[in-house]
């Protein structure tokens, strides 16, 4: 009978002891193996503004804010709480760094570690933000995908297995309107008779395919003058030729007969818009061409002449009724 007890005791110090030897190693071992015990980290990286607008080149280095949500996943043949329940709210620093950017921009993040804690119950997440300044050069394609990787670690936590992923966010340079506009004469003197154009260089020095659109401000056009221009121009984007066009302002000075001496300054206004829709548009620019008509015009002498031959036959027929009555 003793024996019997001797044996039954034995057996259950020895059970005890093997519960709370697999205790103690279960976090240490099986959470690390996915057969037990299994929880994970997972980490989203986005904008805190999901309706994130395309980011416009050229412009001093912009602050923007990124959303980090943190969230511990369970797995394994055993997800037991009152394991978990051991490391909830345990402080962790989650890691980020910057590894991939296009050649066009410039990034920095504000701060690389973010303080954090384990979440306080499985599946639930924990949101963080950080900070990222981010400038884009002249030659950003407009509204072409831009990609940004950043690493981000998020060390063990106990039986909590970490998180080491490069995640990667997108952008959309905006469309950046830049002219050179160029006219290879600037004034011209010209007589009454005479018609005038101005070349007028066109290069695009923005980051996509551009439409320019002219408009002839006629206030600026003397009465009896008139002046025409193309209407539009593409220019691709680019270095090539086909970067920069010339159009042209055809000039047609007042030709009333007498002498002449007009000044006009006609401008022209220049809109640049993206080829691909002409409702984005940049700002536009005016030109101004200068014309001074001086000389004679004998253009509508017809006129006189015939005033003048008109006047001189009632002249000679009331001479010859006053002959013929003197008689």
């Given at each position: 009978m003793k024996k019997n007890f001797r044996a039954i005791k034995a057996s259950f110090i020895f059970g005890i002891f093997l519960i709370s030897s697999f205790s103690v190693l279960t976090p240490m071992i099986s959470a690390r193996q996915g057969v037990f015990i299994n929880f994970s980290s997972v980490a989203i990286l986005d904008w805190e503004n999901a309706s994130q607008q395309p980011i416009i080149p050229l412009q001093q280095l912009e602050k923007y804010t990124l959303k980090l949500e943190y969230t511990v996943i369970r797995g394994g043949l055993f997800g037991e709480n009152f394991i978990y329940l051991l490391y909830q709210n345990r402080r962790v620093n989650i890691r980020l760094d910057i590894v991939d950017t296009p050649e066009w921009a410039t990034v920095s993040l504000v701060k690389n570690v973010i303080p954090a804690n384990v979440p306080e119950k499985v599946g639930t997440s924990k949101i963080y933000t950080v900070d990222i300044d981010l400038?884009?050069?002249?030659?950003?394609?407009?509204?072409?995908?831009?990609?940004?990787?950043?690493?981000?670690?998020?060390?063990?936590?106990?039986?909590?297995?970490?998180?080491?992923?490069?995640?990667y966010l997108t952008f959309n340079p905006a469309y950046l309107a830049l002219l050179d506009v160029n006219p290879k004469i600037n004034s011209r003197v010209i007589g009454p008779m005479d018609v005038t154009s101005f070349p007028i260089d066109i290069t695009n020095q923005g980051n996509g395919r551009t439409k320019v659109?002219?408009?002839?401000?006629?206030?600026t056009v003397p009465p009896g003058w008139s002046a025409v221009i193309d209407d539009s121009a593409i220019l691709e984007v680019g270095s090539g030729s086909g970067s920069t066009r010339t159009v042209y302002l055809t000039v047609y000075p007042s030709k009333g007969f007498g002498y002449h001496d007009d000044i006009a300054n006609i401008r022209v206004k220049v809109t640049p818009t993206w080829a691909d829709d002409p409702l984005?548009?940049?700002?536009?620019?005016?030109?101004?061409?200068?014309?001074?008509?001086?000389g004679i015009s004998v253009i509508g002498i017809e006129v006189v002449l015939s005033v003048i031959a008109f006047i001189a036959l009632i002249i000679v027929g009331i001479y010859l009724i006053y002959k013929r009555f003197k008689k």
């Open positions: 400038s884009l050069k002249d030659d950003a394609p407009a509204f072409q995908r831009g990609t940004i990787g950043i690493h981000v670690e998020i060390p063990d936590v106990g039986p909590i297995q970490g998180f080491d992923q490069t995640l659109f002219f408009e002839i401000d006629y206030s984005i548009q940049g700002k536009y620019e005016y030109t101004t061409l200068n014309v001074q008509s001086r």
